[in-house]
């Protein structure tokens, strides 16, 4: 998926500056340089608005979403979000980072997956379906990032699940991971060990049993008595 987003370079850097930025309705933000297969470009700090922005980390694609970023109405360049910070209490939006990437050369980059289908383990064996893998790191171009990897569990019984080979055909993209590692998995459920509960016996037992200091102190009164 590809969108636009357009920003304004700012020049004043620093906590203050950005305070003030974000009490205007907009966030600090850095374009780092890098090459868009033409030219070489230095790093530019901008504001955004953080409604735009926020759609586009909402988006299917989220922070794989290739972005037609603009400065100043300048010509656009062709960006990924590296990093972006939220407030941990209100979860707004306070920072971000964009870097520059080359349509002709290819990029390592996290894509989620996406299960689809309800396993039969789970329908008719009561199991529950387990991720160990929530993403996969794929090499590919910047137009052919996926905006998610479907992992189909339909089939899928306790003690069965899916590994990266299983999703290799018929892909634009080159797993950066292990093909034998497992993303899924169908697993039984767990069972709770329940204490077991104590013989009358036993309870008889512990409750006559008397202290070791009250022993000895019943042993002296016993040999008081003897001594009288």
């Not at 979860?91 to 980059?109: E, G, P, S």
């Not at 894509?111 to 064996?125: S, Y």
Request: aromatic share 4%; glycine share 10%; proline share 5%.
């Amino acid at each position: 998926m590809q969108t636009t987003l357009h920003t304004e370079e700012r020049t004043e850097r620093g906590k203050n500056p950005a305070r003030r930025l974000r009490r205007n309705g907009r966030i600090p933000g850095v374009l780092y340089g890098g090459s868009d297969g033409q030219s070489v470009h230095d790093s530019v700090s901008v504001s955004v608005d953080p409604s735009m922005l926020s759609r586009i980390l909402h988006s299917d694609s989220g922070v794989n979403t290739l972005i037609g970023l603009t400065v100043d109405s300048g010509e656009p360049s062709q960006v990924l979000i590296k990093d972006y910070q939220l407030d941990p209490v209100t979860d707004q939006l306070l920072h971000v980072d964009f870097y520059r990437v080359a349509m002709d050369k290819v990029i390592t980059v996290d894509v989620p997956f996406e299960l689809k289908g309800e396993a039969k383990g789970v329908k008719l064996q009561g199991g529950l379906v387990e991720f160990v893998q929530r993403e996969l790191a794929v090499e590919c171009l910047p137009t052919e990032i996926p905006g998610h990897i479907e992992v189909d569990i339909s089939d899928l019984m306790i003690g069965q699940g899916v590994r990266v080979r299983d999703l290799l055909e018929g892909v634009s993209w080159k797993s950066m991971t292990a093909a034998d590692t497992l993303i899924v998995h169908v697993i039984a459920p767990k069972v709770e060990e329940t204490p077991e509960e104590e013989t009358e016996e036993g309870v008889v037992e512990e409750a006559g049993e008397v202290p070791d200091g009250q022993k000895e102190e019943a042993a002296v009164d016993a040999g008081a008595k003897t001594g009288d």
